[in-house]
């Protein structure tokens, strides 16, 4: 994990040539993926941010991510209950508060 404050890779001149305007863009689109990545290495967030060209693609790699999450993590739940799992167990291990 990333130690904090994290504000984007050391002893590199980025933001060099940049106007106030345009450096102040790409460190808030650093900063959104810094804090949702927080558990990536520094390595893993090479590529990320400013360095993307087309940020759809990180969507698009999420989406079908999320997708596959959501497809296993129903799997997972249907497995607890045949497993006799009730339904405040799976919300539990699921990280929601008993209703």
């Not at 984007?8 to 810094?34: C, H, I, Q, V, W």
């Not at 927080?38 to 969507?59: H, I, K, S």
């Amino acid at each position: 994990m990333r130690e904090h404050p994290y504000a984007g890779p050391s002893d590199t001149n980025d933001f060099e040539d940049l106007d106030p305007d345009e450096a102040s863009r790409m460190l808030r689109a650093y900063k959104l993926l810094g804090d949702a990545f927080e558990d990536a290495t520094d390595d893993e967030m090479l590529g990320r941010g400013w360095l993307l060209e087309d940020p759809l693609e990180l969507v698009r790699d999420r989406a079908a991510r999320l997708r596959q999450a959501v497809r296993e993590l129903n799997a997972a739940v249907e497995l607890a209950k045949h497993m006799g799992a009730s339904d405040r167990d799976v919300g539990g291990a699921e990280g929601r508060s008993p209703a």
